[in-house]
């Protein structure tokens, strides 16, 4: 009988400008951490009607950049940043800010752990220094992570060393 990850939970602390989120997918950490440092990222970084990454960039090792593109809310958009950590398969870090956006970077830390049936992926989104953007950014996150556990419950695993 196949088992379905955990439901995706992400919780936003508006005072202090914080997301965390996490979900529970049956797979390997290193798919995981494949899925979040890719291309593939286009295949879950969406909420269909709302935002939706077409294109994805990114020299991952520490200080390379990475970008992001696509539409939100019929508006294209960009996002880009720096990794800061890069630890195969349980922690990979990015600062994360809009193409040409003024005001500070977020940082995003992702944190792999193998579990029992598969990998729990651990995030923590912070730097905030606007409410209602940490609020969107949260669901946001909550919706990427369920299709991010789709999407891994229906892909092949890559089987890693």
Not at 103 to 121: F, I, M
Request: contains cysteine; glycine residues 10%; proline residues 4%.
């Amino acid at each position: 009988m196949r088992h379905e990850g955990s439901q995706p939970r992400a919780v936003a602390d508006l005072v202090d400008g914080l997301i965390l989120a996490t979900v529970e997918i049956e797979t390997s950490p290193e798919r995981v951490f494949e899925a979040l440092a890719s291309q593939e990222i286009t295949s879950w970084w969406v909420n269909p009607g709302v935002f939706d990454t077409r294109e994805w960039s990114g020299d991952v090792r520490v200080g390379g950049a990475w970008r992001a593109s696509g539409m939100a809310r019929g508006q294209p958009y960009g996002l880009e940043g720096d990794f800061t950590e890069v630890n195969r398969p349980h922690t990979l870090a990015h600062t994360w800010r809009g193409v040409g956006a003024p005001g500070a970077s977020t940082t995003v830390v992702y944190r792999v752990d193998r579990t029992e049936r598969g990998a729990r992926v651990t995030l923590r989104h912070f730097g905030f220094s606007s409410r209602d953007t940490c609020l969107n950014t949260c669901i946001g996150w909550e919706t990427s992570f369920q299709q991010l556990a789709k999407v891994l419950a229906t892909a092949p695993s890559a089987q890693h060393s």
